[in-house]
């Protein structure tokens, strides 16, 4: 019961990648930028809490690969975070390729 935890955060931060690369079809309306803007704050919020779970839980030889993952996702994503801020339709395309090909790994790594 106790990897109840672990599977749990796994199970999240499979679904926040996966959320986050569906949203890949934008608009250039002010709703969508938004919208786009609160979800990646909310999904960046859960994703950092589930990996802090599951990085504290992993055995040490897992740290570091999860902890170096973790930090790059992070980073593409803030940088994503940025080109909506800034409401700019090429360079938010450009971040969201960049990210999306950590979320990729991020769902292949999740066990």
């Known amino acids: ?50 990996f802090n779970q599951m990085i ?3 055995p040490n030889d897992q740290k570091k690969t999860l902890t170096d993952l973790a930090n790059r996702l992070f980073y593409y994503i803030e940088e994503l975070g940025h080109a909506v801020k800034i409401r700019s339709v090429p360079l938010t395309q450009n971040r969201y390729k960049d990210a999306a090909v950590v979320l990729q790994e991020v769902m292949a790594t999740m066990p």
Do not use: H, N, Q
């Open 56 to 58: 504290s839980s992993a």
């Open 1 to 50: 019961m106790v990897d109840m935890g672990s599977r749990g955060s796994a199970c999240r931060i499979k679904k926040c990648a996966f959320d986050l690369l569906s949203m890949s079809d934008m608009s250039d309306d002010e709703d969508s930028w938004d919208l786009m803007g609160r979800d990646l704050r909310l999904k960046s919020t859960f994703l950092y809490c589930d």
